[in-house]
């Protein structure tokens, strides 16, 4: 079997750090992660620069960018005015984010769920119509910072909702790392009993979840997840929100379980200690410290 890794390190692992890399450390990380086999790769945002300063230079980023075949380069868009600058740099994907909880959405987007949904559905049709790939993530699908528990039906529904709208993927976001494995279950299971749009998970390890979550998923039949090269990430507008799972952590579990994912994990692994330097801080990555095994592998 084989499990696709979709790479966020450039987008949600960099949104949330302090230190803001220049457009060139952005392009050269984005180079050394196709280098190391990333055929999917969440680059840039398109949310407004004050509000996410960290990805103000999306347009340079994505005119630097290595441009292969194969590799497939998505950027994040809240609305339209997102997507006509997406367009105007020719990514191949886009990445509409609807919250499933009405506080973090007016924090995260200045807008509820239902205007969120609205706006993505309005997103999903014409980015399409340009020929874009097009996701929806649900956001806070397995908890919210400020209201607490998210209803599963609710978030099922905005699902459901999406790929009634067109949406070639439906991703569920961990946004704040507080999912387990049961509600991984649950959601795959309960959106594939009425749907058979593409379904991808995206999980954070700020409760030290993340890769049970991971390998839930998998056992859910889900073979598309997010990861972070070096374990970086986490939401501006989420207290305490810490990283992604890493690339390499998740891609040594799958390979270890005997699926395959077309990475290079030793190319892989010194990413870490570029983002390390370039960040001034030692990345949260286990395997990047631990090194692989056995360790001629």
């Known amino acids: 079997m084989h499990v696709e890794v979709v790479e966020v390190s450039p987008r949600d692992g960099l949104q949330n750090e302090s230190v803001i890399l220049s457009t060139a450390a952005k392009v050269d990380l ?6 190391a086999g990333a055929t999917r790769i969440e680059a840039v945002s398109f949310a407004h620069p004050r509000l996410v300063p960290a990805m103000a230079d999306a347009e340079e980023v994505m005119a630097g960018v290595p441009r292969q075949a194969g590799v497939s380069y998505a950027g994040l868009v809240l609305n339209r005015r997102g997507l006509d600058r997406a367009l105007a740099t020719g990514v191949d994907e886009v990445n509409v984010v609807v919250c499933a909880s009405d506080t973090f959405s007016q924090r995260n987007q200045n807008a509820s769920t239902d205007e969120s949904l609205a706006a993505a559905i309005d997103v999903v049709r014409d980015a399409r119509a340009a020929g874009l790939f097009t996701t929806v993530s649900i956001a806070t699908a397995f908890g919210c910072p400020f209201e607490g528990e998210v209803a599963a039906e609710r978030v099922l529904d905005l699902a459901r909702r999406s790929a009634d709208a067109g949406a070639d993927e439906i991703c569920f976001a961990d946004t704040i ?5 049961t509600q991984v279950r649950s959601l795959a299971d309960g959106f594939r009993s009425t749907h058979e749009t593409a379904l991808r998970f995206h999980f954070h390890n700020t409760r ?12 859910a039949g889900v073979m598309t997840l ?3 090269a070096g374990g970086i990430g986490g939401c501006p507008f989420a207290p305490r929100a810490t990283g992604n799972i890493a690339t390499e952590d998740l891609i040594y579990l799958v390979e270890r379980m005997g699926m395959s994912t077309g990475w290079n994990l030793l190319a892989v692994l010194p990413i870490a200690d570029f983002l390390s330097a370039e960040l001034g801080k030692t990345v949260p990555s286990m395997l990047s410290q631990a090194g692989s095994f056995p360790p001629s592998a």
């Not at 984005?30 to 280098?35: E, G, P």
């Not at 790392?177 to 494995?181: E, M, Q, R």
């Not at 030290?208 to 991971?214: D, E, K, V």
């Open 30 to 35: 984005v180079s050394r992660l196709v280098a």
């Open 177 to 181: 790392g507080v999912g387990v494995p």
């Open 208 to 219: 030290n979840t993340g890769y049970a979550n991971a390998a839930a998923a998998i056992d």
């Open 226 to 228: 997010d990861a972070s």
